[in-house]
């Protein structure tokens, strides 16, 4: 599949189109921002890892009834996805309290909660990713009351099937974000990235962090814990 024009360039990916206007081919980058662009790096390796670690979940998410943009991996950092419409929304699922949950809540952070959080936040770089409820979303079109019903769906379906998976491999999944797009024809797949820039890993024996808090906090080790998942899950 040839990769044609740049379609978008974002902090991690860059998304071309294809000779088939109903897929794209997304590659990988090193690059790693956080903070909303505050703090700016690489970490090597970084989008290789992503690439093969994203592309095993979404795989294991279809047969497990999420349906995903995932098509084939094309080489190291590239691979081939359907094309879709992001939803504008970063979704987010929690088991354990972290982040900015754990500072918005006064909770220590590892607090385990009671039962998974959903939140949205509305995907706006310039106005800093602010959180949003379904009323906010429906009234300002960003998804009708059947997707967000459908996304919530798969969110939930995503967390069971991570979490066991992870669990298999001594990893705590902490928390996530999704994104969601929308074909030609309507139907939502999950999209965007399932990796440790997108997704807090803790060691179940040790509590190490093994995702991008190591980049956030300036914690380093970085490049050895995005290794490290992906060794636990593929063996490579
Ligand atoms: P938070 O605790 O900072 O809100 O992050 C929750 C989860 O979402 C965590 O796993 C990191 C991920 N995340 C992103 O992938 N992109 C983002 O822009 C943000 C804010 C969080």
């Known amino acids: 599949m040839e990769k044609r024009q740049l379609l978008y360039e974002g902090k991690a990916k860059k998304v071309y189109a294809t000779d088939d206007e ?3 081919v997304v590659a990988y980058k090193d690059d790693a921002t956080a903070g909303n662009g505050a703090k700016r790096g690489s970490i090597a390796g970084k989008g290789a890892v992503n690439n093969r670690v994203t592309n095993h979940l979404m795989r294991l998410l279809e047969q497990n009834g999420v349906p995903t943009h995932f098509v084939r991996q094309l080489s190291e950092r590239e691979s081939l996805v359907k094309k879709v419409d992001i939803v504008p929304l970063e979704v987010i699922v929690r088991n354990i309290a972290a982040g900015s949950l754990a500072q918005r809540l006064g909770v220590p952070e590892g607090t385990r909660l009671a039962a998974p959080v959903l939140e949205h936040c509305y995907k706006n770089d310039a106005l800093g990713d602010p959180m949003v409820n379904e009323y ?3 009234a300002m079109g960003w998804a009708v009351r059947e997707e967000l019903d459908t996304i919530a769906q798969y969110a939930f379906r995503v967390n069971e099937v ?3 998976v992870l669990r298999g491999a001594g990893i705590q999944l902490v928390d996530f974000k999704l994104e ?8 939502i797949l999950l999209a965007d990235e399932i990796s440790g820039d997108t997704c807090r ?11 991008k808090d190591r980049f956030r906090r300036d914690m380093g080790g970085e490049e050895d814990a995005y290794r490290e998942v992906l060794h636990r899950l593929l063996g490579a």
């Not at 969601?180 to 139907?187: D, I, L, Q, V, W």
């Open 22 to 24: 109903s897929l794209c």
């Open 136 to 138: 906010h979303i429906l």
């Open 162 to 164: 991570l979490a066991e």
């Open 180 to 187: 969601f797009g929308r074909t030609a024809e309507g139907k």
């Open 201 to 211: 890993f803790w060691d179940e024996a040790t509590g190490e962090k093994l995702d």
